[in-house]
């Protein structure tokens, strides 16, 4: 008897399934506690990787069991502590998945769900699923080789850039454009996804003004800018107009050589007089020197929001930081 047509489908979905969470299972069960806390700079732990997982994975069989009508059974805790744990869980939830889809038939298999503004159909989930596993199998791969590498081949800390901190003209867009799309092609400090234009830089320059709530700096050095730093509108409501949203960049070279620092202290000390009551802060995480900078003028996490941003291929959190008026002294 031939198979049902929707069969090849399934079968392909499972096969890839299986094949990317065997190899994802292999790589976490050796894995230490110790091992869970390894990263490099800018990226998570280990362990906040196999976390994420296993998060992920609850809530797919959790979509799976509503899409199918069935009963997803006891699902574990998502917070593994070493590898043995994430193995354990992981296997525990795509076995339940597996029992879901067993026996599916073709209307169901295919059926499409909206949750959110996602859509989703039991094959699309399972799909899901196996790419997930393959890129942070990939990315616990790349912590472990860079976790590995010994500390004397780190380069040197930069020193100290000497910069001129000054307000910005029109003749810097150029540059401040430069350095803004390196962040937006390179990295997810900016959830941006299209490089931006000269004619849309022009346009958001125009919202600035030497004085007032909405300002713009930038930094100088050996007749170029490197960085800039900026107080705009948080939100367009008019209750809101108190309140500001701070940005700062620095071009890639320039980065960790006090250049962020001598801008924003350039920038707050210039708002102290303003009719500002609060500044805020959106930064994508993991970011440890930008979310070391903000809290030394003052800035507060005041929340996370969790995968917010989707980009490379992954979501991204966001951490926001509150610096109230008591705090508009130059705390840096």
Not at 191 to 202: K, N, Q
């Given at each position: 008897?031939?198979?049902?047509?929707?069969?090849?489908?399934?079968?392909?979905?499972?096969?890839?399934?299986?094949?990317?969470?065997?190899?994802?299972?292999?790589?976490?069960?050796?894995?230490?506690?110790?091992?869970?806390?390894?990263?490099?700079?800018?990226?998570?732990t280990i362990g906040r990787v196999a976390r994420h997982l296993a998060e992920s994975d609850v809530l797919y069989a959790r979509l799976l069991a509503h899409q199918t009508g069935n009963d997803p059974g006891a699902l574990p805790d998502p917070t593994p502590r070493d590898g043995a744990e994430a193995a354990a869980m992981l296997e525990?939830?795509?076995?339940?998945?597996?029992?879901?889809?067993?026996?599916?038939?073709?209307?169901?298999?295919?059926?499409?769900?909206?949750?959110?503004?996602?859509?989703?159909?039991?094959?699309?989930?399972?799909?899901?699923?196996?790419?997930?596993?393959?890129?942070?199998?990939?990315?616990?791969?790349?912590?472990?080789?860079?976790?590995?590498?010994?500390?004397?081949?780190?380069?040197?800390?930069?020193?100290?850039?000497?910069?001129?901190?000054?307000?910005?003209?029109?003749?810097?867009?150029?540059?401040?454009?430069?350095?803004?799309?390196?962040?937006?092609?390179?990295?997810?400090?900016?959830?941006?996804?299209?490089?931006?234009?000269?004619?849309?830089?022009?346009?958001?320059?125009?919202?600035?003004?030497?004085?007032?709530?909405?300002?713009?700096?930038?930094?100088?050095?050996?007749?170029?800018?490197?960085?800039?730093?900026?107080?705009?509108?948080?939100?367009?409501?008019?209750?809101?107009?108190?309140?500001?949203?701070?940005?700062?960049?620095?071009?890639?070279?320039?980065?960790?050589?006090?250049?962020?620092?001598?801008?924003?202290?350039?920038?707050?000390?210039?708002?102290?007089?303003?009719?500002?009551?609060?500044?805020?802060?959106?930064?994508?995480?993991?970011?440890?020197?930008?979310?070391?900078?903000?809290?030394?003028f003052g800035f507060r996490r005041i929340g996370v929001l969790r995968e917010v941003g989707f980009k490379f291929g992954r979501y991204w959190d966001v951490a926001w930081y509150e610096r109230p008026a008591s705090d508009q002294a130059h705390r840096g």
């Open positions: 008897m031939a198979a049902a047509p929707h069969q090849a489908d399934l079968t392909r979905a499972i096969d890839d399934l299986r094949r990317t969470r065997a190899a994802l299972l292999a790589l976490l069960r050796p894995l230490t506690a110790e091992d869970f806390a390894r990263t490099r700079p800018g990226a998570w525990a939830t795509s076995t339940a998945m597996l029992g879901m889809i067993e026996g599916i038939d073709a209307e169901t298999l295919y059926r499409i769900v909206k949750v959110g503004r996602e859509e989703y159909s039991p094959l699309s989930v399972l799909e899901n699923v196996a790419m997930h596993d393959a890129e942070h199998l990939a990315q616990i791969r790349d912590l472990l080789d860079a976790t590995a590498r010994p500390a004397v081949v780190r380069s040197p800390a930069a020193p100290p850039l000497a910069a001129r901190i000054r307000p910005a003209t029109e003749a810097d867009l150029a540059a401040i454009n430069d350095i803004y799309n390196h962040y937006i092609r390179e990295t997810a400090i900016t959830f941006d996804i299209e490089p931006w234009t000269i004619e849309e830089r022009r346009a958001w320059f125009a919202k600035f003004a030497p004085t007032g709530r909405h300002q713009l700096f930038v930094a100088e050095a050996s007749a170029a800018v490197v960085g800039f730093a900026c107080a705009g509108q948080f939100r367009t409501k008019a209750a809101y107009d108190t309140t500001v949203e701070t940005t700062i960049y620095c071009a890639p070279d320039a980065a960790g050589r006090g250049i962020g620092r001598a801008l924003y202290a350039r920038l707050f000390e210039s708002l102290r007089d303003q009719d500002v009551h609060a500044c805020v802060a959106g930064i994508t995480l993991p970011n440890e020197p930008s979310c070391a900078l903000h809290e030394s």
